[in-house]
């Protein structure tokens, strides 16, 4: 937003570093379920039980469909100008701050799971 104006292309700038952060957390997860296969030898440190991995799986499902909205509201704002100025009321605006919320709500929930993980399977 500049000078109070939304332009299509401050929205894009979010939605590119929205799609950067989940596909960051989907990689974070995959390493979580690696270092979970390298403990199952370990005798201190416990693996994650079926349902952790579980519910491990379904946030990746979660991440994924945030994700995959993000690139449909992308998709369907390439048609126009990116300095197309919008305001608050304008429906690209209205799902792009569906979108933040969730974003935040997502975000707070995958790095609490993480660091809970973390701490389960670290050393």
């Known amino acids: 937003m ?6 299509l292309v401050d929205l894009d700038f ?3 570093m929205w799609k950067n952060r989940l596909t960051l957390f989907v990689q974070e997860i995959d390493i ?8 199952k030898s370990e005798k201190y440190i416990d693996e994650l039980n079926t349902v952790e991995l579980m519910v491990l799986d379904q946030h990746v499902d979660q991440l994924n469909k ?31 701050e569906t979108l933040r919320k969730q974003m935040v709500s997502i ?17």
């Open 2 to 7: 500049r000078n109070g104006k939304i332009n």
């Open 14 to 16: 979010e939605y590119k």
């Open 32 to 39: 979580l379920k690696n270092r979970n296969e390298e403990v």
């Open 66 to 96: 945030l994700l995959n909205l993000i690139k449909v509201q992308e998709n369907e704002m390439q048609f126009y100008n990116k300095d197309f100025p919008i305001t608050m009321d304008h429906k690209y605006f209205k799902e792009h």
């Open 107 to 123: 975000s707070k929930v995958h790095l609490s799971r993480v660091a809970d993980l973390i701490d389960a399977l670290g050393i």
